[in-house]
């Protein structure tokens, strides 16, 4: 990819963008942001909630609360980052929180830590549940049994015993990554999305935006949806078939941070890098220095470290007797080669605290 055409990746993805909404206790946004519902498209369902952008707390919890943070799966620097924003706002507002996550992203890894952090009995949870439905029976029984629970970046199926839900405007997301592809690969062709599994609210949601965005272009052909398992190595085996079927392949949307590792391996040993447009969701030290080395064009990167901040934010005005907002959305920030060292930097995940 020349460099004339990353300016150009940046103005199209920024005229989606909105500024994002003030918040006590944020940094300030890089420049190229799309907030919660910025690029969303119109939705009756989210109009209905009412969906906020900031969580309000108190300057200082009136105890020392006991949190618990349930990663997603341990040694993702998304999950790294989240934990950073929420051991800094503990921090602050004079509260303790642990941190557990299971190696995989895997239910069954999971929900044997949940129990064993209710049977703790800590004040509040914070987890991102790694699937819709095996973790539904048990966060709600973590509720039922008077401990406040926190939604981070995924949800189940009935989040209604949650105090609040966190996360990423992922349908935005993924219609934003389908813009910058169309910007790269102007002329139209096919296309597909690299994920992890189905049944993830996240992805499954990115998967949306993106697959709605391009049914709706007619010059973009979709060929589906390749589910990598969170394993690099599958991805880049997955493309590389891909593309042995495919060889006209123009833009793959990888959905997550080890979907765009493993896809930019991938393309790079077929030697497609001048051909294939990839788009990666999340941020991470391997996902920038694709983007540095040009394997991968853009990054829809989130802001976990304010997910983690406003969960934080959530279960201590909840325990203080005040009513957070039950659904909460943050935007993401596009990087790209031109801004990577610029605005897009403070947007990089981050490999510890």
Same mark, same amino acid.
């Given at each position: 990819?020349?460099?004339?055409?990353?300016?150009?990746?940046?103005?199209?993805?920024?005229?989606?963008?909105?500024?994002?909404?003030?918040?006590?206790?944020?940094?300030?946004?890089?420049?190229?942001?799309?907030?919660?519902?910025?690029?969303?498209?119109?939705?009756?369902?989210?109009?209905?909630?009412?969906?906020?952008?900031?969580?309000?707390?108190?300057?200082?919890?009136?105890?020392?609360?006991?949190?618990?943070?349930?990663?997603?799966?341990?040694?993702?620097?998304?999950?790294?980052?989240?934990?950073?924003?929420?051991?800094?706002?503990?921090?602050?507002?004079?509260?303790?929180?642990?941190?557990?996550?299971?190696?995989?992203?895997?239910?069954?890894?999971?929900?044997?830590?949940?129990?064993?952090?209710?049977?703790?009995?800590?004040?509040?949870?914070?987890?991102?549940?790694? $699937?819709?439905?095996?973790?539904?029976?048990?966060?709600? *029984? /973590?509720? #039922?049994?008077?401990? @406040?629970? +926190?939604? =981070?970046?995924?949800?189940?199926?009935?989040?209604?015993?949650?105090?609040?839900?966190?996360?990423?405007?992922?349908?935005?997301?993924?219609?934003?990554?389908?813009?910058?592809?169309?910007?790269?690969?102007?002329?139209?062709?096919?296309?597909?999305?690299?994920?992890?599994?189905?049944?993830?609210?996240?992805?499954?949601?990115?998967?949306?935006?993106?697959?709605?965005?391009?049914?709706?272009?007619?010059?973009?052909?979709?060929?589906?949806?390749?589910?990598?398992?969170? $394993?690099?190595?599958?991805?880049?085996?997955?493309?590389? *078939? /891909?593309? #042995?079927?495919?060889? @006209?392949? +123009?833009? =793959?949307?990888?959905?997550?941070?080890?979907?765009?590792?493993?896809?930019?391996?991938?393309?790079?040993?077929?030697?497609?890098?001048?051909?294939?447009?990839?788009?990666?969701?999340?941020?991470?030290?391997?996902?920038?220095?694709?983007?540095?080395?040009?394997?991968?064009?853009?990054?829809?990167?989130?802001?976990?470290?304010?997910?983690?901040?406003?969960?934080?934010?959530?279960?201590?005005?909840?325990?203080?007797?005040?009513?957070?907002?039950?659904?909460?959305?943050?935007?993401?920030?596009?990087?790209?080669?031109?801004?990577?060292?610029?605005?897009?930097?403070?947007?990089?995940?981050?490999?510890?605290?």
């Amino acid at each position: 990819m020349t460099s004339s055409r990353i300016p150009r990746i940046t103005i199209g993805l920024a005229c989606l963008a909105l500024p994002l909404a003030a918040c006590t206790n944020s940094k300030p946004a890089p420049t190229v942001t799309v907030t919660a519902g910025a690029a969303g498209g119109s939705s009756s369902a989210g109009a209905a909630q009412a969906t906020a952008t900031s969580v309000t707390a108190p300057a200082k919890a009136s105890k020392n609360y006991n949190l618990t943070f349930i990663q997603g799966v341990a040694g993702d620097e998304f999950y790294i980052t989240m934990q950073c924003g929420i051991q800094a706002e503990a921090s602050k507002l004079g509260v303790s929180v642990r941190v557990q996550g299971p190696q995989k992203f895997d239910p069954t890894l999971q929900r044997p830590i949940v129990d064993s952090v209710v049977s703790s009995k800590p004040d509040a949870i914070l987890i991102a549940p790694t $699937d819709v439905s095996a973790m539904q029976a048990p966060l709600q *029984s /973590a509720a #039922q049994a008077g401990i @406040d629970v +926190v939604l =981070v970046d995924t949800t189940v199926k009935d989040p209604s015993f949650a105090t609040s839900q966190i996360a990423s405007d992922n349908i935005g997301g993924g219609k934003a990554a389908f813009e910058a592809i169309k910007t790269l690969a102007p002329e139209g062709g096919k296309v597909m999305i690299m994920s992890v599994d189905p049944g993830i609210s996240t992805t499954d949601a990115r998967a949306k935006g993106f697959e709605d965005a391009v049914k709706a272009d007619s010059k973009y052909q979709y060929l589906g949806i390749q589910y990598s398992h969170n $394993d690099p190595a599958t991805a880049s085996n997955l493309i590389s *078939s /891909a593309l #042995q079927k495919d060889p @006209d392949i +123009v833009g =793959v949307f990888a959905a997550n941070l080890f979907s765009a590792e493993g896809t930019a391996t991938g393309v790079r040993q077929a030697g497609k890098q001048n051909q294939v447009r990839i788009v990666g969701f999340d941020a991470g030290p391997n996902q920038v220095k694709a983007l540095r080395d040009g394997t991968v064009q853009a990054l829809v990167a989130q802001q976990p470290a304010a997910i983690g901040q406003y969960g934080v934010d959530a279960a201590v005005a909840k325990l203080e007797g005040q009513q957070p907002p039950a659904k909460v959305q943050t935007g993401f920030t596009v990087i790209t080669k031109d801004n990577v060292d610029g605005e897009g930097a403070q947007a990089i995940y981050k490999s510890d605290c």
